[in-house]
């Protein structure tokens, strides 16, 4: 028997990976790449990773693929502006609408079983049944791209992110919207809710963590600072602590309130993170960048880390390596700190601080004008 790894290796491509996705049930992740293609691949620590299926059905580069939640479905969305369901069990495209959207979607929520949210490059959202050919719901309440989505337990609120600098709340069952915050200096990137659906973070184009109470649209509550770059993506790994994709290349692990960065989980060298997605048990963290690369990092520790409020958060010129296989393939590791330091408090800034300042002269890639 081959010999368990930490994480499964990378999945390399032959073009850059635009969005991807873990099966809710299975050891398999679909990506969708700038050349349109859709590939299902199976991960593992103890075996190779293998393409199990390719899908050549859009035109143009897949923005969006999303499992549904019980993984019989993948959903894909293209700036061909058409929205395809694919059965995982056959591989067959079982529903198409070719011209989902006016303007290219940019962004895509799974709701449940049957509905799926859609937001495009022009500020429209659609909600969809996927049991239907047209869109159940139609609303354009911002100017520029949704960015992202997030909706509460009770699938009522759905809350979207705009690069207008704006975060919208819509009552998908009354199909209206219920309040517009007020205008931001800076696009609103990416979404995440923690602290039992209390708290809603929204990451920015300059790098600050925004804080919302849920139902108060608003204002912001809080922010925090300290990324370099734009904050493209997040996902919350617990209740406490969100992972970051930033145009820098870095996935940073961030607790909040007490608001710390606690380190580096991997990072793909100067490419920008595209997008990051947990996987069904929560072990492991993917992401995807220009390096045309999907990689795969060990979040077990990362999801424990605590945060010590009688310390003061120490200032550092790099961020702290979290987990062993990023480590080795860490672009800091030869500033690494000795693996034995792992328990101490985690570098990163005070609750309203700046962390790595060193890092603003990455080089700073612009993203693919066929995205």
Same mark, same amino acid.
């Given at each position: 028997?081959?010999?368990?790894?930490?994480?499964?290796?990378?999945?390399?491509? &032959?073009?850059?990976?635009?969005?991807?996705?873990?099966?809710?049930?299975?050891?398999?992740?679909?990506?969708?790449?700038?050349?349109?293609?859709?590939?299902?691949?199976?991960?593992?620590?103890?075996?190779?990773?293998?393409?199990?299926?390719? %899908?050549?059905?859009?035109?143009?580069?897949?923005?969006?693929?999303?499992?549904?939640?019980?993984?019989?479905?993948?959903?894909?969305?293209?700036?061909?502006?058409?929205?395809? =369901?694919?059965?995982?069990?056959?591989?067959?495209?079982?529903?198409?609408? $070719?011209?989902?959207?006016?303007?290219?979607?940019?962004?895509?929520?799974?709701?449940?079983?049957?509905?799926? &949210?859609?937001? #495009?490059?022009?500020?429209?959202?659609?909600?969809?049944?996927?049991?239907?050919?047209?869109?159940?719901?139609?609303?354009?309440?911002? *100017?520029?791209?949704?960015?992202?989505? =997030?909706?509460? #337990?009770?699938?009522?609120?759905?809350?979207?992110?705009?690069?207008?600098?704006?975060?919208?709340?819509?009552?998908?069952?009354?199909?209206?919207?219920?309040?517009?915050?007020?205008?931001?200096?800076?696009?609103?990137?990416?979404?995440?809710?923690?602290?039992?659906?209390?708290?809603?973070?929204?990451?920015?184009?300059?790098? =600050?963590?925004?804080?919302?109470?849920?139902? $108060?649209?608003?204002?912001?509550?809080?922010?925090?600072?300290?990324?370099?770059?734009?904050?493209?993506?997040?996902?919350?790994?617990?209740?406490?602590?969100?992972?970051?994709?930033?145009?820098?290349?870095?996935?940073?692990?961030?607790?909040?309130?007490?608001?710390?960065?606690?380190?580096?989980?991997?990072?793909? #060298?100067?490419?920008?993170?595209?997008?990051?997605?947990?996987?069904?048990?929560?072990? %492991?963290?993917?992401?995807?960048?220009?390096?045309?690369?999907?990689?795969?990092?060990?979040?077990?520790?990362?999801?424990?880390?605590?945060?010590?409020?009688?310390?003061?958060?120490?200032?550092?010129?790099?961020?702290?390596?979290?987990?062993?296989?990023? $480590?080795?393939?860490?672009?800091?590791? #030869?500033?690494? *700190?000795?693996?034995?330091?792992?328990?101490?408090?985690?570098?990163?800034?005070?609750?309203?601080?700046?962390?790595?300042?060193?890092?603003?002269?990455?080089?700073?890639?612009?993203?693919?004008?066929?995205?």
């Amino acid at each position: 028997m081959a010999e368990e790894r930490e994480a499964p290796k990378e999945i390399k491509f &032959a073009d850059l990976v635009v969005d991807l996705s873990f099966h809710p049930q299975k050891d398999v992740l679909a990506a969708g790449l700038i050349d349109g293609e859709v590939k299902i691949c199976s991960y593992s620590t103890t075996e190779e990773n293998h393409e199990l299926m390719t %899908f050549t059905h859009h035109k143009k580069a897949c923005r969006c693929v999303k499992f549904s939640p019980s993984g019989d479905q993948l959903i894909t969305t293209s700036k061909d502006k058409s929205l395809h =369901v694919i059965d995982t069990s056959t591989g067959a495209v079982v529903r198409s609408v $070719q011209k989902a959207h006016d303007s290219p979607p940019y962004s895509m929520l799974v709701i449940d079983e049957n509905q799926v &949210a859609t937001g #495009d490059d022009d500020g429209t959202i659609k909600l969809w049944d996927r049991r239907q050919d047209k869109a159940i719901m139609e609303l354009k309440e911002c *100017e520029e791209f949704i960015s992202d989505m =997030v909706i509460d #337990d009770q699938r009522k609120i759905l809350v979207a992110s705009s690069g207008e600098g704006t975060l919208t709340a819509f009552h998908i069952k009354k199909k209206k919207m219920e309040l517009q915050s007020e205008l931001f200096e800076s696009e609103m990137l990416s979404l995440a809710v923690v602290k039992g659906g209390s708290k809603l973070l929204c990451g920015d184009g300059e790098g =600050v963590l925004n804080f919302f109470n849920w139902g $108060q649209w608003g204002n912001i509550s809080d922010r925090f600072p300290g990324h370099p770059m734009s904050i493209d993506c997040m996902v919350a790994i617990s209740d406490d602590i969100v992972c970051t994709g930033s145009m820098d290349g870095i996935v940073r692990a961030v607790h909040i309130l007490p608001n710390r960065f606690l380190g580096s989980v991997g990072q793909h #060298d100067e490419f920008p993170v595209e997008n990051l997605s947990l996987s069904r048990d929560g072990t %492991f963290l993917a992401s995807c960048s220009h390096d045309q690369k999907i990689k795969f990092w060990n979040i077990t520790d990362v999801k424990d880390e605590k945060v010590d409020i009688s310390k003061k958060a120490k200032k550092s010129n790099k961020p702290k390596t979290l987990n062993k296989a990023a $480590q080795k393939n860490d672009f800091f590791a #030869d500033l690494a *700190e000795p693996s034995s330091s792992s328990a101490a408090p985690s570098a990163g800034t005070e609750d309203s601080g700046v962390e790595d300042s060193d890092l603003d002269d990455d080089e700073d890639d612009d993203d693919d004008d066929d995205e």
